[in-house]
């Protein structure tokens, strides 16, 4: 137990001294450690409590995406009973009361449509194993789908793991550091954006669902219906902020030409004429095949560009645009134009999201959290500290060492893992501070016990760090068994407390037994003592 060749001496004073320097940026402002260039400088992140910033809670539209589902199999069955061998003619597709309905002129491809139906239903259950679609035939010739609430459950929760995943590349894409975007429930999502003061643009960018797609304008609707909301078979009504005619209405195509989801990328530039900002697209290789044919085809006609049911702009198709490359154009700013660039390139929201809640948190309020924890965790240091050395003597001094060594290592380790440090983890670090001499009160005692039974002091230390190593370890277990439960299940402030005290029980255990064991061993080495006091 108190055999340590020089390589390991080495090893554990260079692991520890390396772990040291790396901790050295965390207590140095941003603007002296950026001047280092490449060197290495990891730094804890402070989390929105700590650095202030911007809190939302965002909620899903579930009728909007009941809506979609059913616009969507609308276009699906049209497409299907059209498309297929033999074709299945239909009558006009009805969504009211959120179901379809739509009768077949000929009776007797009753079977063949309920095939067809089957196909693109999945065969009438989801991946869940449970029917989406309830399929039922009305009058002998009507099909009536409704969607079930299995199938409604299944869509929330894919579409809210998708919707997740975008809002976190288009806060990644604003540069900002260790944002916080997590699920809350079924239907809501927290996000937490440190340093970002701004919560209003926040909620523009995750707030827009960034659906974009192109249709052919129906230039025979007649403008006086599109006030009332009336289109001509096969085309609607959308809203045309920026109509040069004055009618803030349009007609377009239900089909679409070509939607977002073939885009490869977009970017804010300036028009090249007017230097007005823009935002150009770039399509994908199908995309780009499916845009030159159709502009090849409708030269000369209108066009729409439609962003989240709202027309942009309908410009000409003055030529056949054969470089799978457009521009938006519109009353644009920068930063609007930029904030839609990202929008585009990181998806659209398969699900509206509302904003139910907002705050702000001041950095001042920070600074004073943060200063308060410094405190406590210094007073806390110093106390035990004192405690350790008046009690044990040399081997409190010993284990005074190793606390602030663990400290420095926590700090360390927390940077390397990019982890943020919120105020509930401030309250885990002065936690681990107290329990750190833990092992060395065990050893202590242990070592004082084997001491008055008349051990020598070479066998009483050598004892007393053997038989309480195994205590130390199970407890240590059993405490780590619950911050790892805290980790798992928490979330938040639970999660942040949960991993600065794991890593604490780590570099506690390292410090205050392998590191300590190794001074006592190379005291004892040099000085060979009689007697000790502890």
């Not at 449509?113 to 009305?138: F, H, K, P």
């Not at 340093?195 to 643009?201: D, E, F, V």
Request: some cysteine; overall charge positive; glycine content about 8%.
């Amino acid at each position: 137990m108190l055999d340590f060749p020089r390589w390991k001496v080495g090893s554990i004073i260079g692991l520890l001294a390396a772990l040291c320097l790396l901790a050295i940026p965390s207590f140095l402002p941003e603007s002296t450690t950026s001047k280092w260039g490449s060197i290495p400088h990891p730094h804890i992140n402070l989390g929105l409590d700590l650095a202030g910033g911007s809190y939302l809670l965002l909620e899903a539209d579930t009728a909007d995406l009941a809506a979609t589902r059913i616009e969507a199999m609308r276009d699906s069955v049209a497409g299907t009973m059209r498309n297929g061998t033999p074709r299945i003619e239909i009558g006009d597709i009805s969504t009211r009361g959120g179901q379809l309905s739509f009768l077949l002129r000929d009776p007797s491809q009753v079977d063949a449509a309920r095939e067809r139906l089957l196909a693109i239903t999945g065969g009438g259950a989801g991946m869940s194993g449970q029917r989406e679609w309830d399929i039922n035939v009305v009058d002998t010739s009507r099909f009536v789908l409704k969607p079930t609430q299995a199938g409604l459950t299944q869509a929330i929760d894919t579409a809210m793991k998708d919707a997740t995943e975008v809002v976190r590349r288009r806060i990644d894409a604003l540069g900002t550091k260790e944002p916080t975007i997590i699920r809350q429930g079924a239907t809501r999502i927290v996000v937490q954006v440190p340093g970002l003061k701004n919560p209003q643009a926040l909620k523009e960018l995750i707030g827009k669902t960034a659906k974009l797609e192109f249709k052919l304008v129906d230039e025979t609707a007649n403008p006086a219906d599109l006030v009332k909301g009336i289109a001509p078979i096969g085309s609607q009504v959308l809203p045309y902020p920026g109509n040069p005619q004055g009618v803030p209405f349009i007609a377009v195509k239900r089909s679409v030409i070509i939607s977002g989801d073939q885009l490869a990328d977009a970017r804010q530039e300036f028009e090249p004429q007017t230097n007005a900002p823009q935002v150009a697209i770039t399509f994908d290789a199908v995309g780009g095949r499916r845009f030159a044919k159709v502009t090849t085809e409708n030269t000369n006609k209108p066009f729409a560009i439609i962003l989240d049911n709202s027309v942009i702009s309908a410009p000409n198709i003055n030529e056949p645009i054969l470089g799978g490359r457009a521009s938006i154009s519109g009353n644009f700013t920068v930063e609007s134009a930029n904030a839609l660039a990202i929008s585009l390139r990181s998806g659209k929201l398969p699900v509206n999201l509302k904003t139910i809640a907002e705050s702000t948190v001041s950095p001042d309020l920070g600074k004073d959290s943060i200063r308060a924890g410094v405190l406590a965790s210094i007073v806390a240091a110093l106390l035990v500290i004192v405690f350790m050395f008046v009690t044990y003597g040399r081997f409190g001094l010993y284990a005074n060492l190793a606390v602030v060594i663990n400290i420095l290592v926590i700090v360390a380790v927390m940077a390397m893992l990019n982890a943020t440090l919120t105020l509930p983890g401030i309250a885990g670090f002065v936690l681990t501070i107290g329990t750190a001499v833990d092992a060395n009160v065990l050893i202590n005692e242990r070592i004082r016990e084997e001491r008055r039974r008349g051990r020598s002091v070479v066998q009483s230390v050598e004892l007393g760090y053997k038989e309480a190593s195994r205590t130390i370890f199970e407890a240590n277990v059993t405490h780590a068994i619950t911050g790892v439960i805290m980790l798992l299940l928490g979330s938040g402030p639970v999660k942040g407390f949960a991993v600065v005290l794991l890593i604490g029980i780590c570099t506690s255990v390292f410090t205050a037994v392998t590191f300590t064991r190794m001074m006592v061993a190379l005291w004892l080495r040099k000085n060979r003592p009689t007697t000790i006091n502890i």
